[in-house]
């Protein structure tokens, strides 16, 4: 309001308080109403935050002390924490304060040593699920109190080197989930197969592990559902044997020339083989292919990535581009463990566009290696599918440094993939691009026209060889 003068009037003194204490009461209103909320509510919110928000809340807020100290997961990062030491301190710190908790949930996410105290602790406190990325300090095997919790229900393994052991008395009835990544794994001495002493066991995955078995890897169980292996390091004459009556979907993804699996499996079972040079798929008449082999492969992806170098197959890199709107499914800086990509693919706009999309997701990629091979798309009459999200022109590879393009023909569509990384390589210092003979038709042309390319760096060198 104004008064006769026409100015604003100012509030008085007992207004501007009203108001003040009517918003700090509102904000202790909201205050309370949370800390009214049921315990399961309030555990659900802090399971949501990173571990050292919620050790804040549950720290500073004694309404919420009680919850936090009976959180049913317990999930720590490396990102958590810059120094290793303030990272082990604070991780004593909350399982002592968890003493006392039933722990369902336990993730240790690529922690540089890990404690055997820390793993002690998630099995004797009930835990459901126990994820362990890293290395175990002073040890290369796991401890035997793993393989004798009988609550545990996932097991998913990603220690570097180590090697896969079991001891004499394993007892996991409930195990129906396991993942093993960077394992060693070692022919056992009575039986080959390792995997018949998990009785309930219904998925098993196994990616860039190494094996070391004389003839074969047997993998038997009646309740199995789901198996995948891939990228995989094996003896020549190792091949794998897979008998699982109940089984409804066999993916394995391989750098071999061939595929030494020997299948006893259902006939409606999905089937997805991806090696160098051949591909196939046998899929259920009732289902919907496309769909199927696209959501296969993204899953496949988040697994076989998670790591610091990967080489894909053009092959892998087709069926990768079936997946539908794989923009929205593969979420910004989800492949932020890969360093180096070797990659081989086909001179097509599906191929180049989903190694864009591919890209645009690795955020710490350092070096890139790309081998363009002949097409055989038109030759065995593959299905388009609908890029349904066309690639990001405005991402950054802001740690990308060294390109090498191999067999490079200077059609439209490869001279497409070299002008995206050098707009969008802002530290780039080498591009390296390994001509064919094919090259040589307008060669001088070409090669003038990918030279007056934008480039992100400024200390960015195109060799042409």
């Known amino acids: 309001m104004a008064d006769r003068s026409g ?7 007992e207004c501007q308080s009203s108001s003040s204490s009517s918003k700090e009461l509102l904000v202790i209103g909201d205050a309370d109403r949370l800390s009214r909320l049921p315990q399961e509510i309030q555990s659900d919110i802090l399971c949501l935050l990173p571990i050292t928000d919620a050790a804040k809340v549950g720290l500073l807020s004694r309404t919420w002390r009680s919850t936090w100290l009976s959180l049913p997961k317990l999930a720590f990062h490396y990102r958590t924490f810059p120094e290793m030491e303030k990272k082990v301190k604070f991780i ?21 040593l890990i404690k055997i105290a820390w793993m002690k602790f998630a099995t004797r406190h009930n835990v459901e699920k126990l994820v362990l990325y890293g290395e175990i300090k002073k040890n290369k095997y796991l401890p035997d109190c793993i393989f004798t919790c009988r609550s545990l229900v996932k097991l998913d393994l990603a220690l570097h080197g180590h090697v896969l052991t079991f001891p004499e008395t394993v007892s996991l ?14 022919e056992p001495e009575l039986s080959q197969d390792p995997f018949s002493i998990f009785p309930a066991i219904e998925k098993l995955s196994i990616f860039h592990c190494t094996i070391h078995y004389t003839e074969f890897m047997s993998v038997s169980s009646s309740r199995l559902i789901h198996f995948t292996m891939g990228s995989c390091i094996r003896n020549q004459s190792c091949s794998v044997r897979l008998r699982a009556p109940s089984l409804s979907k066999f993916i394995y993804i391989s750098d071999d020339l061939e595929t030494p699996v020997e299948l006893e499996i259902p006939p409606h079972a999905f089937q997805l083989v991806i090696n160098s040079e051949n591909a196939y798929t046998r899929i259920n008449s009732n289902s919907n292919s496309t769909y199927d082999v696209g959501r296969s492969v993204i899953k496949a992806t988040r697994d076989l990535l998670k790591c610091k170098a990967v080489e894909l197959s053009h092959w892998f890199i087709e069926y990768l581009y079936m997946a539908r709107d794989l923009w929205r499914q593969t979420p910004f800086a989800l492949l932020h463990d890969l360093v180096i990509l070797d990659t081989s693919l086909w001179p097509t706009n599906e191929h180049i566009k989903t190694l864009m999309v591919l890209l645009s ?8 290696s790309v081998r363009i091979t002949p097409s055989q798309r038109e030759a065995l009459q593959l299905p388009n599918v609908e890029f349904l999200v066309d690639f990001d022109t405005g991402v950054d590879f802001r740690r990308l440094d060294d390109v090498c393009i191999k067999n490079f023909g200077g059609e439209a569509i490869e001279r497409m993939l070299v002008r995206y990384l050098l707009a969008n390589s802002s530290d780039l210092t080498l591009m390296t691009i390994f001509m064919n003979d094919v090259m040589a038709n307008g060669m001088l042309s070409k090669i003038t026209e990918i030279l007056g390319y934008e480039k992100s760096s400024p200390y960015a ?5």
């Open 461 to 465: 060198d195109v060799i042409f060889n």
């Open 7 to 13: 100015k604003p009037r100012k509030k008085s003194r």
């Open 361 to 368: 997701r690795c955020p710490n990629l350092t070096k890139l």
């Open 92 to 112: 004593d710190q909350t399982l002592a304060r968890h003493s006392k908790s039933s722990v369902t949930t336990f993730e240790l996410h690529l922690v540089p």
């Open 173 to 186: 009835p409930n195990l129906r989930k396991l993942k093993l990544k960077h394992l060693v794994l070692y």
